[in-house]
């Protein structure tokens, strides 16, 4: 059996058509809402696709955060190499207009999270504020900063405290993912919900053997 494909060779592609082929095959890609503080008080907000957890123990989370077309640092960045402390929030459908509003390009100084009209809580273990509305908020640390190009950094972060809706969590540590309603993210100008989700068991290699193959089966909200 044979299948056309396209082909590309990466090494004669610009930066731009990597780029768009990268974020159209990579989906849906979960979106951080970071929030960071300058070292003069300053509070930003800005949203990032280019983020997962890569980690549990210790517990890490990456971002890739893009740098300016001049080549300087975006606030986000600036503010967490000054002051070592951000604060990662999960895009539900219900913040989407306002994570909407944080991506506008706001010159310096201006707090985008008033701009929106998010409502935030002091963190516990960072400077950086949490946006109360975030269904869940990851306080982190800076933990390394790697400088892989011209364009880009990746920024990791160790988690420290977090905050969760009380209806998205049970009592052993389960979260609810039809409660969580999060956003991802496509190519382009492109979203995608999380309401169409089963679950999939993995098999063990017995039940491989014996032909019995794991059926999907719908996800039920549970109760808190």
Not at 198 to 224: C, N, Y
């Amino acid at each position: 059996m044979t299948r056309d494909v396209t082909t590309f060779d990466f090494g004669a592609l610009s930066p731009r058509e990597r780029y768009k082929l990268l974020i159209g095959a990579v989906i849906p890609r979960p979106i951080a809402l970071v929030t960071t503080i300058s070292k003069d008080g300053i509070a930003n907000a800005a949203p990032f696709s280019f983020f997962n957890c890569l980690s549990a123990d210790p517990a890490i989370l990456a971002l890739g955060v893009e740098y300016r077309p001049t080549g300087a640092q975006k606030d986000t960045g600036r503010n967490i190499r000054e002051t070592l402390g951000f604060t990662i929030h999960i895009v539900s459908d219900a913040i989407l207009e306002a994570m909407n509003v944080c991506a506008v390009p706001f010159e310096p100084g201006i707090d985008e999270m008033r701009e929106a009209g998010l409502a935030t809580a002091p963190g516990v273990k960072v400077a950086a504020p949490r946006i109360i509305d975030a269904p869940v908020a990851f306080e982190c640390r800076h933990h390394t900063t790697l400088g892989i190009g011209n364009s880009r950094e990746i920024i990791l972060g160790e988690v420290v405290y977090a905050h969760f809706h009380a209806n998205l969590v049970n009592a052993n540590h389960h979260v609810d993912p039809v409660a969580l309603d999060a956003i991802g993210r496509l190519g382009g100008q492109g979203y995608s919900l999380t309401r169409e989700i089963f679950d999939l068991s993995t098999m063990s290699l017995a039940e491989w053997r014996a032909g019995d193959i794991a059926q999907r089966k719908p996800v039920v909200p549970f109760d808190v």
